[in-house]
């Protein structure tokens, strides 16, 4: 089992900058992917970014490119979304998500509200 705990959602105004965390817990060695999916009130939740566990490649939505970073602190078993040039539209429900075939394993969320 692994258990992920997500941090550092917040509100703020369009062009500012957030940091979320995800800090993993249990059997983290058996996963291969890690990453960052978000929700918006009425639509269905998207893959923001991934990272693959081993090599370290990631994988961002069109959406954000160029905007958010994904990295790993293996040390700290904690993973990071650096989300920066934030838009009204990046309002959501961040979720950090693990797996090794699928996306096992999900996070409890933490919001991000952008105001224009």
């Known amino acids: 089992q692994v258990q992920l705990v997500e941090s550092g959602g917040d509100s703020v105004q369009a062009g500012g900058s957030l940091r979320l965390s995800c800090t993993a817990s249990?059997?983290?060695?058996?996963?291969?992917?890690m990453g960052w999916f978000r929700q918006a009130l009425g639509k269905e939740r998207e893959e923001v970014a991934r990272?693959?566990?081993?090599?370290?490649?990631?994988t961002y939505a069109d959406s954000v490119k160029g905007r958010f970073t994904i990295s790993q602190d293996n040390a700290k078993n904690t993973l990071s979304l650096q989300m920066n040039s934030l838009k009204p539209e990046d309002t959501a429900m961040y979720y950090c998500?693990?797996?090794?075939?699928?996306?096992?394993?999900w996070g409890q969320g933490t919001q991000v509200t952008v105001s224009s």
């Open positions: 998500a693990s797996g090794r075939d699928a996306w096992q394993y």
């Open positions: 249990g059997s983290i060695r058996s996963s291969t992917r």
């Open positions: 990272m693959f566990v081993a090599s370290g490649r990631t």
